[in-house]
């Protein structure tokens, strides 16, 4: 699990979701190659009753959960970019209505999962073959695996995507409130704007958005189109004068707080620029 937590990292540098999404991808499925072939040649083991238990419950789901989840943001990243804001709503509304069947559904296999009653783990995760396949067919024909490690591993992946969902559909009220009414007027530039979606972004402000799901958010409250963000953005890390914004934002937050502090309040307006 650890080489693939650094790969998703490394990846984070892609600054196209898509691309992204695809790359960690592929990355899961040659770790669940590499994890079917320890498999291979560790199965004689899995005759052991509590071995195989972990197997199917604790070692593989985390890693085929990782792969779900990049199969479902693949979906809702490229809902987002060929659809129009009331359909990739509408969709999010539409998975996450999918996510709550799945947890009302499989109530009792939660409660199991996360409780410690052995006897009830050997109803589960010792069987050979799963009877029922979940939204998408695992990639590889594991050896032994069964219902509990399939519904273990979307149980997983879906309290990650759930919250991923709630997060979007939360951040698309906010923004429809927004552009309800016309943009006010702005002093920053597209590069300013850009400059301050990477640095959200950077800072992990929202933990369950993506780096286009954010300058997405960044073009509404902007009202600026910043069709090519991500050239801009590249101009933003090549610039030897840094930051420009961000450091204006701070430089001019510590002059309205020193002026606060020196004179008891602040001007009705801060100084524009």
């Not at 040649?41 to 899995?46: A, C, M, Q, R, V």
């Not at 559904?105 to 009653?117: L, P, V, W």
Request: a neutral charge.
């Amino acid at each position: 699990m650890e080489a693939l937590e650094s790969g998703i990292a490394a990846n984070e540098k892609e600054v196209n979701p898509i691309k992204r999404i695809s790359l960690n991808l592929v990355l899961t499925e040659n770790i669940l190659r590499n994890v079917e072939t320890h498999m291979d040649k560790d199965h004689k083991y899995l005759g052991e009753v509590m071995t195989t238990i972990r197997y199917h419950k604790e070692y593989l789901p985390p890693f085929i959960a990782k792969w779900v989840f990049f199969k479902k943001c693949h979906e809702l990243e490229t809902c987002r970019l060929y659809s129009t804001p009331a359909k990739f709503q509408a969709h999010c509304e539409e998975e996450l209505s999918k996510v709550h069947e799945f947890f009302d559904k499989n109530r009792r296999f939660c409660q199991i999962y996360y409780g410690e009653d052995v006897e009830l783990y050997r109803l589960l995760f010792l069987e050979e073959e799963p009877h029922e396949i979940l939204e998408f067919p695992i990639p590889f024909p594991f050896k032994g695996i069964n219902n509990g490690c399939l519904k273990a591993s979307y149980l997983l992946a879906y309290e990650q995507y759930g919250t991923l969902l709630k997060q979007e559909l939360s951040l698309d009220r906010i923004s429809s409130k927004i552009t309800e009414e016309k943009p006010p007027k702005t002093n920053a530039t597209a590069t300013d704007w850009v400059e301050l979606g990477l640095a959200l972004h950077a800072t992990v402000v929202f933990p369950s958005c993506t780096q286009e799901a954010i300058m997405d958010r960044i073009r509404r409250l902007s009202g600026m189109p910043l069709e090519h963000w991500e050239q801009l953005g590249a101009n933003v890390r090549k610039r030897k004068s840094g930051l420009e914004f961000l450091d204006r934002l701070k430089a001019n937050l510590a002059a309205r707080n020193k002026e606060i502090e020196d004179e008891g309040r602040a001007r009705r307006r801060p100084n524009a620029g």
